[in-house]
């Protein structure tokens, strides 16, 4: 059993897997830029070290100063949370290179997904549905006019390296291909340094259902459901939910065990998501992330397990603690995200918390490093809480949503947050009928939803 765990990581994801491993009786170690002294994170870990300056690329994504943190401390293992270095490769080379466990896939695992096109390539041998699309990369804008033809508009150009919905540009037509081709491929390589794009038919109102999986890196596989996480904003998600309103108990089924069987055949370890959009009864597989998600805790609700200790276990070489017959949905739920962001543009509004009150009672959860008197610094994520409900059932589960919001308090200077747009998105039929695609929210924020 690893005795000390560091948490490469900030905010609430860092204060997640804290209270993973205090329950797990496993000292936790914080690390933390300057501006991040005196965050809730390093109070609450059992240690804390200091790594770099304010921005990211000198601290939070530091190799040399991650590794050094782990030699000073003692600390025998990592968890990377998500985002920052969590799906990175050549981070995770270098922590086994130490003789450090890192909390996660392999770095072959990471580095095979992280590419999209691998990525689409690995699923389709796997026996997943993907998108129909490009053979790979598409080199030239009159490559990518043919293909806009043969597969008929619309397309969407996408990085291969991409990420957080950068990189991706709709063609309606073979009109706007010049355009799109070439902007898509700007933003890839400022991005993500890789200007590689490939294209795939633009499905034009799908859902966004993605596949909780864990593997125990032996060969063993298993799903935990679906999210519904369609209500996006630029490819960002803003609400997720679980179980899908719109996913029946035999897609469940079908899809689900084709996921755990692929993820048994790659001999994967971890936790992992598997991305589909879902039209008309269909799966198209657009890509795997191989890291705990922000929305991990709408899955955690309905199964009733805690997917961060099993990332921890199965780090360790031990088995999953559940088989895919121990796992029964029981209810519903839905997690909103607080970002500290000025509507209606979303622009991000950092500064000092003056006041904060979380929302409590049955069924509800909260998980934020918010407190009175901290100051949000402006050089992370916009990220400052996720409110998780869960209910016997969807119609409770809104109730539950409505209630709790209306508990939260998050006053600051300066500060404000999405928070009012939940309490509009709960004013309509289409939320609560649950009929709702990925296009849904940027029309209804254009047709001034928020303004109603
Ligand atoms: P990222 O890694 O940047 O998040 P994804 O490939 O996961 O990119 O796509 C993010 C979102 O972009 C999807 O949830 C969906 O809303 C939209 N999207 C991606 N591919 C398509 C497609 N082929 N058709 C329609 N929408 C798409």
Known sequence: ?????????????????????????????????????DAMHVRMADESICIGPAPSADSYLSLPAIISACEVTGAEAIHPGYGFLSENAQFVQIVEDHDLAFIGPTAEHIRQMGDKITAKD??????????????????TVEEAKKIGRDFGYPVIVKATAGGGGRGMKVAATEDDMESAYHTARAEAKAAFGNDEVYIEKYLQRPRHIEIQVFGDGQGNGVHLGERDCSLQRRHQKVFEEAPGPSITPQERKYIGDICANAIAKMGYRGAGTVEFLYEDGEFY??????????EHPVTEAIFGVDLVREQIRVAEGMPLSFTQDDLEINGAAIEVRINAERLPN????????????????????????????????????SLIGKLIVHGRDR??????????LGE????????ETTVPLFHALLQEKDIHTGDYNIHWLEKWLDAGGLDG
């Open 285 to 294: 597989f657009i890509e795997m992330n191989t890291r705990l998600q922000v």
């Open 346 to 381: 979303f622009a991000p509004c950092p500064g000092e918390i003056t006041q904060y009150h979380a929302p409590g009672g049955l069924g509800v959860r909260m998980d934020s490093a918010l407190y009175s008197g901290y100051k949000v610094p402006p050089y992370y994520d």
């Open 122 to 139: 690995t699923a389709k041998e796997l026996g997943i549905p993907v998108v129909p699309g490009s053979d790979g990369g598409v080199a």
């Open 408 to 415: 939260l308090i998050i006053d600051g200077k300066g500060v």
């Open 395 to 404: 119609t409770e589960a809104l109730a539950r949503l409505q209630r709790a």
């Open 1 to 37: 059993m690893f005795k000390k765990i560091l948490i490469a990581n900030r905010g609430e994801i860092a204060l997640r897997v804290i209270r993973a491993c205090r329950e797990m009786g496993i000292q936790s170690v914080a690390v933390h830029s300057t501006a991040d002294a």
